[in-house]
């Protein structure tokens, strides 16, 4: 913002401002609906104001939630000869000047106010906040409840007890439960992390063959050798544990063969599946999508910063979804993923989660698994359980029997487009710099 034209008494704590000096919307609500008419002492009119220490009160809490003392990086100074640390961020009258809508002299003035309000805790050994001489960032996520819940949930259930309870549960509703309220922190133009994917679409998955005789009895039967494997064969994946089955597949052909990481000289075969109905997915991808951060003056602050910090979380999340583990790794790792799908297919009834490409990269190269209620094909026989409920007799007690929960109903969600199904040879495999397939 450019510096006010000079001339007139520095601004103190009980100068007035009005709002035709502010553009931010919420702030000159705030003065319509709570200010006091008066001479405003930066423009001279007369209109609804508010003080400098009210402007100032008015934002504290919320800055403070918002910003924080940005971190030390090194810097090189190539004259110096030496590397120096330089603080990150902004100063803080230039973020309070962004904040408001207002010249730097305003903003100045709202800060000396807010240093001013804290010589009482100062005075009772706390710290002092608001300096000019530090840069602010804005607190991106690393404080975040949903932070140290996501990490209290993995120890949980990776060290602590390996089946799910009322802790676990827990702790995943408070994570993902109400993600559709996130439209508000979402750019225009870009969608909120639950997506339905219309009857028909299109999903590719690719099987690789031991032997061209292989290959070819793919593609005799497509439709059985290409949906989820038997249960003999269901290996723990990253949304799923050893036995269930889930359907892995992609949008487009080249991500789906670079997903199974073939080796060269085998062979692939693609088949093409189409949605037999709607599907409702949980996409990750929505999450890489860089969410607005609240205005500090907005009376909605505290439910929009949550919104904003929930998203930023979800960003977290796609990346261990996405991120490639060692093989050594894999059944210990792979476990908060997989209970998170058993979470979003029997708590939230949600047919399957879209996630990024971990081999091939791009926007366009995404992978979708879908729960085992929602990856049946048609015209294959399930092994799955079906919607049978069953009891548990307790033969040690005199307790009456313990009812197994219902199962969803499992209906066909896919159909094999058999024309597509193709059969290739992996000739050679080319790398990226960072190791990604190209």
């Known amino acids: 913002m450019a510096r006010a034209m000079s001339g007139r008494s520095p601004l103190d704590g009980e100068s007035p401002i009005c709002s035709n000096c502010v553009t931010n919307e919420h702030l000159r609500k705030y003065m319509a609906d709570k200010g006091a008419r008066s001479k405003c002492a930066v423009c001279g009119n007369k209109g609804m104001t508010l003080t400098v220490s009210e402007i100032a009160k008015r934002a504290d809490a919320n800055y403070r939630i918002h910003y924080r003392p940005g971190e030390e990086e090194p810097y090189l100074d190539i004259d110096a000869e030496h590397t120096r640390w330089v603080q990150q961020g902004e100063a803080p009258d230039e973020i309070m000047s962004e904040e408001m809508g207002s010249d730097i002299d305003i903003a100045e003035a709202v800060v000396k106010a807010l240093s001013d309000r804290e010589w009482h805790d100062i005075a009772q050994g706390g710290l002092a906040y608001y300096a000019t001489d530090t840069c602010y960032e804005l607190d991106q996520n690393s404080q975040h409840p949903h932070h140290s819940l996501w990490r209290r949930f993995c120890d949980l259930i990776k060290y602590d007890r390996r089946f799910f309870d009322d802790a676990a549960e827990d702790a995943l509703k408070q994570i993902f439960v109400g993600l559709e309220q996130l439209g508000c922190v979402v750019p225009k133009g870009h969608y909120l992390p639950f997506l339905e994917l219309e009857a028909g679409t299109p999903i590719y998955r690719a099987r690789e063959a031991r032997s061209d005789r292989q290959a070819f009895e793919f593609l005799d039967a497509p439709a059985k050798e290409l949906g989820p494997p038997p249960r003999a064969m269901r290996r723990a994946g990253r949304l799923n544990a050893a036995?269930?089955?889930?359907?892995?597949?992609?949008?487009?052909?080249?991500?789906?063969?670079?997903?199974?990481?073939?080796?060269?000289?085998?062979?692939?075969?693609?088949?093409?599946?189409?949605?037999?109905?709607?599907?409702?997915?949980?996409?990750?991808?929505?999450?890489?999508?860089?969410?607005?951060?609240?205005?500090?003056?907005?009376?909605?602050?505290?439910?929009?910063?949550d919104c904003y910090l929930r998203l930023k979380f979800l960003n977290v999340f796609h990346s261990l979804v996405t991120q490639p583990i060692h093989p050594d790794e894999e059944p210990i790792e792979y476990v908060p993923t997989q209970v998170v799908a058993e979470f979003l297919s029997n708590k939230m009834n949600l047919d399957g989660v879209i996630y990024t490409s971990a081999q091939v990269e791009g926007e366009d190269h995404c992978n979708i698994a879908l729960f085992a209620a929602d990856g049946i094909v048609e015209g294959v026989k399930s092994e799955s359980a079906g919607e049978t409920t069953s009891v548990l007799v307790n033969w040690m007690t005199s307790c009456p029997p313990i009812p197994f929960p219902t199962i969803r109903e499992r209906k066909p969600s896919l159909r094999n487009d058999g024309a597509f199904t193709k059969m290739i040879q992996i000739k050679s495999v080319r790398y990226g710099r960072n190791g990604r397939l190209e």
């Open 243 to 305: 036995g269930i089955p889930v359907f892995y597949g992609a949008f487009n052909a080249e991500t789906c063969v670079a997903e199974i990481r073939p080796h060269v000289g085998c062979y692939v075969v693609v088949g093409k599946f189409t949605a037999t109905r709607i599907l409702r997915v949980i996409d990750l991808t929505a999450a890489s999508v860089e969410p607005i951060p609240p205005n500090i003056f907005d009376p909605c602050f505290a439910e929009l910063n």
